[in-house]
């Protein structure tokens, strides 16, 4: 405590000139853990000029040197994912355990992009005019694919760490430039993990991170004419940044309410697994977490008896002692959660546990018998309370889902691999899970929303298909 944590730019870190900086409170503790810079629009202008000329020697160096340094920051990362882990603990009250796995992961992640960068931006197409009608083979034409520029990435506070390189690696082994505004609960582990990238030796300027409050500098960003492509994740302000943005590649991940979709036939025990694991992981805060079961009528009650068994055994408290259900983000998170959780009761929703809070910390809650008229049958808690509707169709589980604003994942459990494919085809979202919770990994998977649950598609070899642009040469015969 008392120390201000610098921001990174042109490969060193910096003490902000604005003398200002912003608090990080610990969720578990609701007392200050860390503070951080509160960067001037004025110190973002010079990041981004940094990162302009940086990106345009970066486009120049072999690729098979961009894959050196990316697997060497990964293996950096690696090495310090005890303390970062730690941080995660103190800023976000992620799990320990679960804390350690984002930064191995976030490691994986880095190297295979690595790979796949060299292999997929190593090729590129040939085409000749004769297939065209009117043409003769007189004009040849080479494709191949270049960077974008400037990348801004913003990811949120569930994962700081692998949701910031989730966007870094694709965006670096692609040529481009990155300047990274981490979420302010989580900047600590963003900022420890770009001094890997830093330890590394990737050249100035070609990475930088500024720390900061929205309001002073959110806006300035997302609609500075030095950023060439914007990779956010996050909750509503990424609807707003695709408003104002400028005309540039918006990759956005927002919000989520992953229906599970029961059928009578359904292998209950792995259901209630799966609820378990979906919906109360990292306490809900996820954007692929179950955020609504729609189970069919008639074994309801038996997978509501097989959920609450599991609900009893999950363990309560801090993050530090690698608990199931930790504090969530913030006391605004948990107000929010305690609303929808009060006009549920009001409407007359069965509790299934009692409804307990301390601090930010909310014991794991089952919703049974919620009805379309209630808010937590659309909105999403982000937090460990779980609404189940009983169906008495599958064109009901459908319809609700499709009723939704969002479009993240969904999932649907059944033995019948045929009604789960037209299930699949009704429910209109990015992803369908057969058989298992919503989840956005393995991390080369395709990973996109419809609807407000955003625009593009994620994944390794996605994002860095996004990150370029093809550019065409075309040798005009004689
Ligand atoms: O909430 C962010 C989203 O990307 C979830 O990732 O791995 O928990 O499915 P995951």
């Given at each position: 405590?008392?120390?201000v ?6 490969g060193?870190w910096?003490k902000?000139s604005?003398g200002?900086?912003?608090a990080?409170i610990?969720p578990?503790?609701r007392?200050?853990?860390?503070k951080?810079?509160a960067c001037?629009?004025?110190e973002v202008?010079k990041?981004m000029?940094?990162?302009k ?6 486009a120049?160096t072999?690729?098979?040197?961009r894959a ?5 920051a990964a293996?950096?990362l690696k090495e310090?994912k005890?303390?970062?882990?730690e941080?995660l603990?103190k800023?976000i009250?992620?799990p320990?355990k679960d804390a350690v796995?984002?930064v191995v ?7 295979y ?5 060299v292999?997929?931006l190593?090729?590129?197409?040939f085409l000749?005019?004769d297939?065209?009608?009117g043409n003769?083979?007189t ?5 191949s694919k270049?960077?974008?520029?400037v990348i801004?990435a913003i990811?949120p506070?569930n ?7 989730s ?8 040529g481009?430039?990155?300047?990274l505004k ?6 600590v ?5 770009v001094h ?5 030796g990737?050249?100035k300027?070609l990475i930088s991170?500024?720390t900061?409050?929205g309001?002073?500098i959110?806006?300035f ?5 030095g ?6 994740t996050?909750?509503?302000t990424?609807?707003?940044?695709s408003k104002?943005?400028?005309?540039i590649?918006?990759q956005?991940e927002l919000?989520g309410?992953d229906?599970?979709?029961?059928l009578?036939?359904?292998d209950?025990?792995?259901?209630a697994?799966?609820i ?9 805060q996820?954007c692929t ?5 729609l189970?069919m ?12 068994a599991?609900?009893?055994?999950l363990s309560v408290?801090p993050?530090?002692n690698?608990?199931?259900?930790t504090p969530v983000v913030s006391?605004?998170?948990a ?6 959780v009060?006009?549920a ?12 809070r301390e601090?930010?910390l909310i ?5 049974d ?16 309370v779980?609404p189940?509707?009983?169906i008495?169709s599958v ?5 609700h889902?499709?009723?939704s604003?969002f479009?993240?994942?969904g ?5 019948d691999?045929?009604k789960?494919?037209?299930i699949s085809?009704?429910m209109?979202t990015g992803?369908?899970?057969?058989n298992?919770?919503p ?7 395709p990973?996109?929303g419809?609807?407000?649950s ?11 298909n996004m ?8 040798i005009?015969l004689p």
């Amino acid at each position: 405590e008392g120390d201000v944590y610098k921001y990174y730019a042109d490969g060193e870190w910096k003490k902000s000139s604005s003398g200002k900086n912003v608090a990080i409170i610990n969720p578990t503790t609701r007392k200050t853990q860390y503070k951080v810079q509160a960067c001037s629009q004025e110190e973002v202008n010079k990041v981004m000029d940094s990162a302009k000329s940086a990106q345009k020697l970066w486009a120049k160096t072999p690729l098979w040197k961009r894959a050196e340094l990316l697997h060497k920051a990964a293996a950096i990362l690696k090495e310090h994912k005890a303390p970062i882990a730690e941080c995660l603990v103190k800023e976000i009250a992620k799990p320990a355990k679960d804390a350690v796995t984002e930064v191995v992961r976030s490691g994986d992640l880095i190297s295979y992009c690595a790979e796949e960068g060299v292999r997929i931006l190593g090729e590129g197409k040939f085409l000749v005019s004769d297939s065209f009608p009117g043409n003769e083979r007189t004009k040849y034409c080479l494709t191949s694919k270049i960077p974008l520029g400037v990348i801004l990435a913003i990811p949120p506070f569930n994962y700081p760490v692998n949701l910031a390189v989730s966007k870094i690696a694709p965006a670096l082994i692609a040529g481009n430039s990155i300047v990274l505004k981490p979420p302010t609960q989580g900047a600590v582990s963003a900022l420890h993990m770009v001094h890997c990238f830093h330890l590394a030796g990737f050249p100035k300027g070609l990475i930088s991170c500024v720390t900061g409050k929205g309001s002073e500098i959110g806006d300035f960003l997302t609609m500075h004419p030095g950023v060439n492509c914007i990779s956010f994740t996050g909750g509503d302000t990424g609807i707003a940044i695709s408003k104002k943005a400028n005309m540039i590649p918006l990759q956005m991940e927002l919000g989520g309410k992953d229906a599970c979709i029961v059928l009578e036939d359904a292998d209950l025990d792995l259901v209630a697994a799966n609820i378990i694991k979906g919906g109360f992981s990292y306490s809900g805060q996820r954007c692929t977490a179950v955020k609504v079961v729609l189970v069919m009528e008639s074994v309801a009650d038996a997978l509501v008896e097989k959920v609450n068994a599991k609900v009893a055994k999950l363990s309560v408290g801090p993050p530090e002692n690698d608990s199931d259900i930790t504090p969530v983000v913030s006391e605004s998170s948990a107000n929010f959660i305690e609303g929808l959780v009060s006009d549920a009761k009001q409407k007359g929703a069965t509790f299934c546990q009692e409804y307990k809070r301390e601090g930010n910390l909310i014991w794991p809650l089952l919703l049974d018998n919620v009805r379309p008229d209630m808010r937590i049958a659309w909105e999403e808690p982000f937090g460990p309370v779980l609404p189940v509707i009983r169906i008495n169709s599958v064109e009901e589980g459908i319809n609700h889902c499709n009723a939704s604003n969002f479009g993240l994942q969904g999932c649907v459990f059944t033995k019948d691999v045929n009604k789960a494919m037209l299930i699949s085809d009704a429910m209109e979202t990015g992803t369908v899970q057969i058989n298992s919770a919503p989840a956005r990994g393995p991390d080369h998977f395709p990973f996109q929303g419809i609807k407000d649950s955003g625009i593009g598609s994620q994944g390794i070899t996605n994002s860095i298909n996004m990150m370029t642009k093809v550019k065409t040469t075309v040798i005009n015969l004689p």
